[in-house]
């Protein structure tokens, strides 16, 4: 058995037993020991490799920049962000845009529009698609970051993180349809019959990040590479859905059926959907490496 075959036995049988990715949390953990943390080496882990849940936030924090690389300013830097917190939430009281009975979910989409400077006049006024997008991604993040603070700065700069992929989102139900051509053109070619290609749930996937569509403790391994770079994986988890639900979908005949079936997959399988996906990523994208 070879070195790497040996590692990969290693951490399938680390995983079942309770005990995910034993090895990458001390690599970890000497990463985080930096004075200051090597951005650079914290996103190829990321890519690499899913976050250890008692590190993740932290980990998003640094790559988001709501921290900085510097552990001695993190303490003062976060009581910073705790201020501005409850100055915008003070004002929203103030202004009477949220009240103690409001959603949390909805508090933060308010905070986020006032500081961008898109609160609209009136809090009855209908929500914009993008504002749609924003409440699927914090009600998720809920689910992930216990801490309300630290919830709404990850979702806010989650979010802009997002809007900085903004030309490349337009792109990725293209490059869906290439790279499901290659791992199965028998697949697509059904979905171009039933005339489903142009109205699959891109939006789902691509603009909420299948927030809605998978459970959050799956969902945050797919975050873990949007937080660290790629928009790319959200396209090999599209394909992983179909191709794990292959026959389902290859026996509705219709753009609606198909469409109501994969805004709405069974969740006992989106683990491996994930793990899969990333598997695939990494054969048409290749494996990112620590640079020296």
Known sequence: MTEDSQRNFRSVYYEKVGFR????????????????LDI???????????????????????????????????????????EQYSDVLHALKVVR???????????????????????PRNPSFPLKPEDEVF????????????????????????VNQLNKYRDSLPQLPKAFEQYLNLEDSRLLSH??????????????????????????????RVWDKVVSGSCKILVFVAVE?????????MALNNSEKITKFLENIP??????????????????????????
């Open 40 to 82: 650079e080496k914290l996103c190829t882990f990321s890519q690499r490799f899913p976050l250890p849940s008692m590190y993740r936030a932290l980990v998003w924090k640094v790559l988001l920049g709501i921290l900085p690389p510097h552990h001695e300013s993190h303490a003062q830097v976060m009581m910073y962000r705790k």
């Open 135 to 158: 409440l699927a991604i914090a009600k998720a993040m809920e689910e992930m970051v216990e801490d309300s603070v630290d919830c709404y700065w990850i979702t806010r700069c989650f």
């Open 21 to 36: 990715g034993v090895e990458e949390k001390k690599s970890l953990e000497i990463l985080l020991k930096d004075d200051r």
């Open 241 to 249: 859905i179909l191709l794990t639900f292959k026959l389902k979908v």
């Open 267 to 292: 969740q006992d399988s989106s683990d491996a959907i994930v793990s899969k996906a990333i598997d695939l990523w990494h054969k048409h994208c290749g494996t990112p490496v620590h640079s020296a």
């Open 191 to 220: 979905l171009k019959m039933c005339s489903a290609v142009s109205r699959l749930p891109y939006d789902l996937w691509f603009k909420r990040c299948f927030a809605g569509c998978l459970p959050e403790s799956s969902l945050q």
């Open 97 to 119: 845009f949220v009240n103690d009975a409001t959603p949390q979910v909805e508090v933060y989409l308010r905070m986020y529009q006032l500081e961008s400077g898109k609160l």
